[in-house]
């Protein structure tokens, strides 16, 4: 079984270009979540894809968006970097949105740090 | 207001002591509820998941309560280890919006 896998594990940017961080969901997972993790803070929730469509969305502007390609990998893409937004970027999967009780796989995260 | 808050904010045992770790959350309508170990540099792992009607669930030397009436959980760790040294996350899944709210985690030493 394959796990949730995340690269790159750690990416420096400046501030306002762009990033585009990548997640492979664990084998049979349908669904992806994305999270972003400041020092010392629990995750945000940023949002959430079930079958290639975003189904869920938390407290994040609109430059912060994502796909879920047919395979269910899925990329987070963030626009006009801030210094704020350096954290850890987790992606979670799990399998059918409908099971409430599905556990959530984490991958170990991207690394971000805007300069 | 969604809300998870945990105590206490960091915790130092001994090797083979228990620990009691707190989790208070306001978010509604509530999903369930569940218990995340996350050691440094790596992503969470799922220690256990409750529903509404589940007061206690174990796994291994780990065994949650969950109190829905006061919207209070707690994680019990018993005859800690070394390996135990992590940060331990309180996660309450809302019935609709399909969203996970986290706890800032208690960060739990465990020192020889």
């Known amino acids: 079984e394959t796990g949730v896998t995340q690269s790159p594990t750690h990416l420096i940017k400046t501030r306002g270009q762009q990033v585009t961080l990548r997640c492979s969901s664990q084998?049979?997972?349908?669904?992806v979540s994305w999270y972003q993790q400041a020092l010392g803070q629990g995750p945000q929730f940023i949002f959430q894809y079930y079958r290639e469509e975003e189904n869920g969305r938390g407290n994040f502007p609109p430059r912060f968006s994502g796909l879920q390609f047919p395979n269910y990998s899925s990329e987070l893409n963030v626009n006009a970097l801030e210094l704020d937004d350096s954290a850890l970027y987790l992606c979670?999967?799990?399998?059918?949105?409908?099971?409430?009780?599905?556990?959530?796989?984490f991958g170990n995260g991207t690394r971000l740090t805007v300069t | 207001k969604n809300q998870v808050e945990q105590s206490p904010q960091s915790l130092i045992i001994l090797e083979g002591k228990n620990c009691t770790l707190q989790c208070n959350y306001t978010v509604s309508p509530f999903s369930n509820l569940r218990w995340y170990k996350q050691d440094t540099g790596r992503g969470p792992v799922s220690l256990t998941i409750?529903?509404?009607?589940?007061n206690t669930k174990s796994n291994g030397r780990y065994t949650a309560t969950l109190d829905a009436d006061t919207k209070q959980s707690s994680l019990h760790i018993t005859a800690s280890q070394l390996s135990d040294s992590a940060s331990y996350i309180c996660?309450?899944?809302?019935?609709?919006?399909?969203?996970?709210?986290f706890g800032t985690g208690t960060s739990l030493t465990v020192i020889p």
């Open positions: 996660v309450v899944r809302r019935n609709t919006g399909n969203q996970f709210y």
């Open positions: 979670a999967s799990s399998l059918d949105i409908g099971r409430a009780n599905s556990p959530l796989h």
């Open positions: 409750m529903t509404f009607s589940e």
């Open positions: 084998s049979g997972h349908n669904t």
